[in-house]
Nanobody, 118 residues
Framework: QVQLVESGGGLVQAGGSLRLSCAASAGTLSSYAMGWFRQAPGKQRELVAVISSGGTTNYADSVKGRFTISRDNAKNTVYLQMNSLKPEDTAVYYC????????????WGQGTQVTVSS
C-alpha cells in the first residue's frame, strides 16, 4: 500500500513559479511510474507530466517547456517544478503512482490547490 501526500501548492501571480512535492508516507515509490494530474473546476482531470521508474519523462503539450517533473528515490519524493505559470494552470494538482508508465493509476494523493492570478 502506498500513501501519497502532496505539498507546495498556493497562490501565485502569473509568470511566477511553484514547486510541488509528493512524498510517500507509506510504501516505496522507486519501482513506480509517477505522474502529476490536475483538475480545474468543471473540467475533467488531465495528465500533466509523468516520469518512469527509470527517469523517462513526458509532458502535456500545454506545459512543455514550463514544467519539469523529477524524482528523488532516496527521499521517496517526486517533484513538479512549475515556471511561467498562467491563470489557466489554476487547478487542484494530484500526485499518482502507477505500476506501468501508461497504465491506470494505482494510488492517488489528496491533491493540492494551485491558483494563478492574472
Amino acid at each position: 500500500q502506498v500513501q501519497l501526500v502532496e505539498s507546495g501548492g498556493g497562490l501565485v501571480q502569473a509568470g511566477g513559479s511553484l514547486r510541488l512535492s509528493c512524498a510517500a508516507s507509506a510504501g516505496t515509490l522507486s519501482s513506480y511510474a509517477m505522474g502529476w494530474f490536475r483538475q480545474a473546476p468543471g473540467k475533467q482531470r488531465e495528465l500533466v507530466a509523468v516520469i518512469s521508474s527509470g527517469g523517462t519523462t513526458n509532458y502535456a503539450d500545454s506545459v512543455k517547456g514550463r514544467f519539469t517533473i523529477s524524482r528523488d528515490n532516496a527521499k521517496n519524493t517526486v517533484y513538479l517544478q512549475m515556471n511561467s505559470l498562467k491563470p489557466e494552470d489554476t487547478a487542484v494538482y494530484y500526485c499518482a503512482a502507477k505500476t506501468r508508465l501508461y497504465g491506470p493509476v494505482d494510488y492517488w494523493g489528496q491533491g493540492t490547490q494551485v491558483t494563478v492570478s492574472s
